[in-house]
């Protein structure tokens, strides 16, 4: 069979996403009909460019909310960094700062030397005063235009202009992670025009629209369904700890959405696409019996868990969610959905985390010790087989997180074990909207599905804080804290200089939830790729998301 690379001009991409859709057994076709209804012959083309697989579609393109595994995977590839991480060592060094940054005693104020020597792909140049914007909407947020701050960047105040090359940001508290932050694609730097979009101009319809200084610019958008970015030929300011220099290998990525697993199988097995994002574990060995390589990723942050609202009914019973956690079978869940791509959790932080600290045996399964618990907290098994008390059924409700990888598989085999020990759980249906919407109601969602990955210790913070994602949902209607040990728990990590000190905060959290049986750790969550074996070069970066710039295409091999 013939390999074929399409070229990434709109009419083709589209006409790809159609074919796609329609027909993967299709496998060796020579022909792609474009939309204007021709029919190109695609047979021998030798196109400089990819074509990569998501199941869902990016929904913004600000970088602070680029934690959603699509928009950061396309943020990723069109912004710059003013440090970068090494996905490998997690150790940062410079990108556009020309140095690290400076940093006072107490970590409230940091200093950078940037580049002059950068440009948007507009035009425009990457200026000091246009850093500062930068960070200053991402620390800041802008409440006017709905655009929210960085749950990666705390205590926040300023930025200021120093000179020409010289930039300056305070803090009102000690903030080391502010370091990493600032290497992350949460914090891409954004042309001028892009800064003054609100909320609706970052998101589809308008990608064309957001403008960074990175190594691909988007150029075609299909929307809800496609984009298409284009290497930029005058970039030469990749990170000096990156193998490659200059401009980006490929010439070309389509980006398109593909919600079916099968389709995404179908098409790198047919070699109708070169990558895929959220190989299943079932098809892992599949795709390497068919020649396809499975590059598998860590989160470096919060493993993927179960969070537990324990402010609501039925939770705020400790012995209910101790009950929960011994009446899971982690191991049971992993060696039937999962491979060894996902390792069992022995923390909510992964194991690879910076501040991780192993909880032993807090989350072992035991379900007569979870039948004694509810026993002895007088929940009484009905003709039913559910626990009751006080005439109310023991009765819990979880989201489904469609982001995480067989979310639906997992809660439905948590469903089965529960009904055990007489626990009734219901998954709640829905959209990702639904679902989002009904998460910030603890009367709606008691178990909240989850994870967050960041390489630095704030990650912990920004997964259970009131100010971030707030997944326990520590406070009431009002916003009044409701567990503040916790949030001065969570705070401590974020305000505490030098590694050391942030690594015992971080231990000092984890020791609390596993104390307060306040969450279920289930696995090591990663980011599964399926990949061509001639497209060299691709590796995700420090949390798992793609970086496609020093990817390229082995020709010889492709034939």
């Known amino acids: 069979m013939k390999r074929i690379h399409r070229p990434g001009n709109a009419r083709v991409l589209g006409a790809f996403a159609v074919l796609l859709a329609t027909s993967l057994v299709a496998a060796c076709t020579t022909n792609a009909e474009s939309e204007e209804g021709d029919v190109t012959d695609t047979a021998g083309i030798e196109a400089n460019e990819i074509t990569y697989l998501e199941p869902q579609f990016f929904r913004t393109l600000y970088p602070p909310a680029a934690g959603f595994y699509p928009n950061g995977a396309v943020v990723n590839q069109i912004t710059d960094r003013l440090l970068y991480q090494d996905p490998e060592t997690l150790e940062l060094s410079p990108w556009i700062a020309t140095d690290l940054p400076e940093i006072n005693a107490d970590a409230t104020e940091f200093t950078f030397d940037i580049r002059t020597d950068v440009t948007y792909s507009d035009g425009t140049p990457l200026t000091a005063e246009n850093v500062v914007r930068n960070i200053d909407l991402y620390g800041q947020g802008d409440d006017e235009r709905l655009l929210n701050v960085s749950e990666q960047i705390s205590n926040y105040e300023r930025g200021e202009v120093v000179d020409e090359d010289t930039v300056k940001f305070y803090f009102s508290e000690p903030s080391p992670g502010f370091e990493q932050a600032v290497s992350s694609f949460n914090a891409g730097l954004l042309a001028d025009s892009t800064l003054e979009l609100d909320n609706e101009g970052f998101g589809p319809g308008n990608a064309e629209a957001i403008i960074g200084s990175g190594p691909f610019v988007i150029d075609g958008e299909k929307l809800g369904t496609d984009l298409h970015l284009s290497a930029r030929e005058d970039y030469d300011w990749a990170p000096p700890a990156h193998e490659h220099q200059g401009r980006a290998r490929l010439d070309g990525i389509n980006y398109v959405l593909a919600a079916e697993e099968s389709m995404r199988t179908g098409a790198i097995t047919s070699d109708q696409v070169q990558i895929v994002r959220q190989v299943s574990a079932p098809q892992e060995s599949h795709l390497n019996d068919a020649g396809i390589n499975v590059v598998s990723h860590g989160t470096n942050g919060m493993n993927n868990q179960l969070a537990f609202r324990f402010n609501a009914w039925p939770f705020d019973d400790k012995a209910v969610r101790e009950a929960v956690i011994h009446g899971v079978d982690r191991e049971q869940i992993i060696h039937v959905l999962f491979s060894e791509s996902y390792p069992l959790a022995t923390s909510t932080m992964a194991e690879n985390a910076l501040g991780y600290k192993d ?115 520590n406070q009431d209607d009002n916003g009044n804290v409701l567990d503040q040990h916790l949030e001065d728990l969570l705070s401590n990590v974020v305000s505490t200089a030098g590694d050391e000190g942030r690594a015992e905060a971080a231990a000092a959290v984890q020791d609390y939830v596993t104390e307060q049986a306040y969450a279920l750790p289930l696995f090591e969550e990663p980011v599964v790729y399926a990949v061509q074996p001639y497209l060299k070069g691709f590796a995700p970066e420090a949390i798992g998301r793609p970086s496609f710039y020093g990817a390229w295409i082995d020709h010889e091999e492709a034939q």
């Open 359 to 473: 909880q032993g045996d807090a989350y072992e399964f035991d379900p007569e010790r979870a039948a004694q618990l509810l026993d002895d907290a007088g929940w009484e098994l009905g003709s039913d087989g559910v626990r009751v008390k006080d005439g109310k059924r023991l009765s819990i409700t979880a989201k489904l997180a469609m982001p995480q990888p067989r979310s639906r598989e997992v809660i439905t085999m948590i469903q089965e074990q529960l009904s055990n020990i007489g626990i009734e759980l219901h998954l709640n249906s829905g959209d990702q909207a639904t679902q989002d919407a009904d998460s910030k109601d603890p009367n709606k969602i008691q178990v909240d599905h989850t994870m967050v990955g960041r390489a630095d210790y704030d990650v912990i913070k920004s997964h259970y804080s009131v100010d971030n994602r707030d997944s326990f949902i």
